[in-house]
């Protein structure tokens, strides 16, 4: 991942500067970090455009699954109505239609779980990646990383947070 490589090309320059006498404060070239930082900021937004992808996807699939569900138990009604002629046809109807409810309940129970459980691993892992991310910036940057700090304190809450509404 090319954020991996800027960061770890900002953790050499960090790491190869020149120290100031008496200090533990180096001497570093403000453009060439400036441009890194750059750099990451203009490849952040693909993990982010991809849990804002899940998410849409996710909401997709409930609504197929909902669609699906609701036509199966439509189908059901529909064969009911037609069997309502005699008794023993109408009580297996009713009791068809009772298991073939139960089916799609579950089975639209099932596309739900599986998508908030891929939607939750993605998520997961961009949380990861992000808290990777932040803490090697944490340990190797200063004041000049506040705001990439911030920045990314706040994605990863977001995830959070729709990790959450996942659950």
């Known amino acids: 991942m090319e954020i991996f490589t800027l960061l770890e090309t900002l953790e050499d320059l960090l790491e190869n500067s020149k120290n100031l006498p008496f200090t533990s404060k180096g001497i570093i070239d403000k453009e060439e970090m400036l441009d890194i930082i750059k750099e990451i900021r203009i490849k952040l937004p693909d993990e982010l455009k991809q849990a804002k992808w899940v998410k849409e996807e996710r909401q997709r699939i409930l609504?197929?699954?909902?669609?699906?569900?609701?036509?199966?138990?439509?189908?059901?009604?529909?064969?009911?109505?037609?069997?309502?002629?005699?008794?023993?046809?109408?009580r297996k109807a009713y009791d068809q239609k009772t298991e073939i409810i139960e089916t799609a309940n579950?089975?639209?129970?099932?596309?739900?779980?599986?998508?908030?459980?891929?939607?939750?691993?993605l998520l997961a892992n961009t949380e990861d990646v992000l808290t990777e991310?932040?803490?090697?910036?944490?340990?190797?940057?200063?004041?000049?990383?506040?705001?990439?700090?911030?920045?990314?304190?706040?994605?990863?809450?977001?995830?959070?947070?729709?990790?959450?509404?996942?659950?």
């Open 63 to 90: 609504v197929e699954a909902q669609k699906e569900a609701d036509g199966i138990v439509k189908e059901a009604e529909n064969r009911i109505i037609a069997m309502v002629d005699e008794h023993e046809i109408t």
């Open 106 to 121: 579950e089975m639209s129970r099932e596309i739900s779980k599986g998508t908030k459980e891929y939607a939750d691993s």
């Open 133 to 167: 991310t932040l803490n090697k910036l944490g340990s190797n940057m200063s004041e000049a990383l506040n705001l990439m700090q911030i920045s990314l304190e706040d994605t990863i809450k977001t995830i959070q947070n729709s990790r959450k509404e996942l659950k």
